[in-house]
């Protein structure tokens, strides 16, 4: 978990140089805001480099229209799953 007073989560918080040192090539997302901080977030991870993963069913928008958008345009970028199926690789 990371707390960002930022839209991303990579802007000014030294998550890139931590996730780098660690050796970590893949994140998952979750949050609310799809549209906004979980949108800029993904942006900035898939421009870094990482893969990138949201889970669309622990993320939220102000309606299910922007939340639908938000996951229809990174869906571009990113591999959307459900929490389940992360549920599922980790077991």
Do not use: P, W
């Not at 979750?30 to 622990?58: F, K, N, P």
């Amino acid at each position: 978990m990371l707390d960002s007073g930022r839209v991303s989560a990579f802007t000014d918080t030294g998550l890139h140089d931590k996730l780098q040192t660690r050796g970590i090539d893949t994140v998952v997302l979750t949050g609310v805001s799809t549209h906004i901080t979980v949108q800029s977030s993904a942006l900035a991870a898939s421009d870094l480099g990482y893969r990138v993963i949201v889970v669309s069913d622990a993320t939220a928008a102000d309606s299910a229209t922007s939340h639908e958008n938000a996951l229809t345009a990174l869906s571009f970028l990113c591999e959307i799953t459900s929490s389940s199926e992360i549920t599922d690789a980790l077991t």
